[in-house]
C-alpha cells in the first residue's frame, strides 16, 4: 500500500470494533434495540476467519462477526460486512449468501447478514442472492444500507461517531485524484472532532480513522499536522499534536509487519489489528526487535498479552 492510498477495511473494522452499538443505532436502529446491551457483545474473529476461509478473491472486505443477546436472551450472530468497490460487483450478494449459510453449516448459527456498501454507484443496491429450478427455490434477504444517501448536513449535525467515519468514506471517495482537495476535507473533519464535545479518547480514535482512511501524500500531511499543532496551541490542547510520537509509533508498526511478512510470506489480519491497537512506544520497540529473534509468527503473537489494547 502507497502513502496515499485509501486505506477504508481498517478503519471501519476497528471503528466497529470499538463502536458496535454506536453503528447499530446509526444504521440499524431496530436492531439496536432488540439487544440487551448489559451483556457485552463478543467479536468472533476466529469464527470469522473460518466461514470467510473459502472466499476464492484477493479482494480484502471489512468483515465483523459479533455474538450478541436479544432482549429475550436469545443468542443472536451479527455478520457486518462493508463493501466499499466502487464498480458494480455481482458476485457481491452470492458472498454474503456463502458467508450466511456457512455460520449455519460450520456452527449452526442462523445469522443476521448487514451490509454497508460505500461504492460510488447510486444505481447499485443488492439486497438479497437468490436462485432456483423448477419448484426448488434458495434466497437469502440482507439488510442494506447505502452510505451515498446520507445527507452532509445531517451528517455534520450528528454526534454518532459513525457520521464522522461516513463523512470521511464519502470524500475520500470524492477526492481520489485530488489529494489537495482532501487534505482541506481531512482538516475540516479532524477539527470538527473538537467542536463535537467528544472526549479525548473518541476524538482521539475518530482522528486515527480518520487519518489512516484520507491517505495524503507526505508534503500535504505535514501541512495538515502542522494546522493541528498551531490550533492546539491556540485552544490550549494536548490531544493529537504529538505527531512526532505518533509517526514513531506508525514507523515501528509498519516494520514490524514488513519483517514478519518478509520472514514468513504471510501476517494474519488479526495480528494487523493488534498491532494498530498498541499506543505503548516502548513495547512497540520492544516487539520491533523480536521480529529477528523469533521462529514462527505464532511465537511472535505469544509475545502480545490479549489486553494489547491500550486506550489511554
Known amino acids: 500500500m502507497t502513502e496515499t492510498t485509501a486505506n477504508y477495511d481498517e478503519p471501519w473494522k476497528a471503528a466497529i470494533g470499538e463502536y458496535l452499538p454506536s453503528f447499530l443505532i ?58 466499499v468497490q466502487s464498480q458494480y460487483d455481482r458476485e457481491f450478494p452470492k458472498r454474503m449468501f456463502i458467508y450466511n449459510y456457512r455460520a449455519f453449516d460450520l456452527y449452526n448459527q442462523k445469522v443476521i447478514s448487514l451490509a454497508i456498501l460505500g461504492d460510488d454507484n447510486p444505481s447499485w443496491r443488492p439486497s438479497s442472492y437468490k436462485y432456483k429450478f423448477k419448484k426448488s427455490r434458495m434466497r437469502l434477504d440482507f439488510d442494506m444500507v ?33 489529494f489537495t482537495e482532501r487534505e482541506k476535507w481531512k482538516w475540516q473533519l479532524v477539527r470538527s472532532l473538537y467542536e463535537k464535545g467528544l472526549s479525548k479518547f473518541d476524538i482521539i480514535n475518530l482522528f486515527k480513522f480518520i487519518d489512516k482512511m484520507m491517505a495524503l501524500p507526505p508534503a500535504l500531511q505535514q501541512n495538515l499536522e502542522s494546522k493541528i499543532n498551531q490550533y492546539e496551541e491556540e485552544q490550549k490542547m494536548e490531544l493529537l499534536s504529538t505527531m512526532e510520537e505518533r509517526g514513531m509509533k506508525k514507523t515501528f508498526r509498519q516494520n514490524i509487519l514488513d519483517l514478519l511478512q518478509a520472514r514468513f510470506l504471510s501476517v494474519p489480519e488479526t495480528l494487523v489489528e493488534t498491532l494498530n491497537n498498541i499506543e505503548d512506544l516502548a513495547r512497540l520497540k520492544q516487539l520491533h526487535l ?22 489511554n
Do not use: C, G
Not at 149 to 175: C, G, P, Q
Not at 293 to 310: C, H, K, T, Y
Open 26 to 83: 446509526f444504521f440499524y436502529p431496530e436492531i439496536h434495540n432488540s439487544i440487551n446491551w448489559k451483556k457485552t457483545p463478543i467479536s468472533l474473529d476466529k469464527e470469522l476467519e473460518q466461514i470467510t476461509a473459502s472466499a476464492t478473491t484477493e479482494k480484502r472486505y471489512a468483515d465483523k462477526l459479533f455474538k450478541v443477546w436479544l432482549l429475550n436472551n436469545r443468542e443472536k450472530w451479527l455478520l457486518i460486512h462493508i463493501e
Open 146 to 178: 447505502k452510505l451515498l444517501d446520507y445527507k452532509w448536513e445531517e451528517l455534520s449535525a450528528s454526534n454518532n461517531v459513525f457520521a464522522t467515519i461516513v463523512m470521511a468514506h464519502l470524500r475520500t471517495k470524492s477526492t481520489t485524484r485530488d
Open 290 to 311: 523480536e521480529t529477528i529473534r523469533v521462529n514462527s509468527v505464532a511465537e511472535f503473537e505469544e509475545l502480545i498479552p490479549d489486553n494489547s489494547s491500550d486506550k
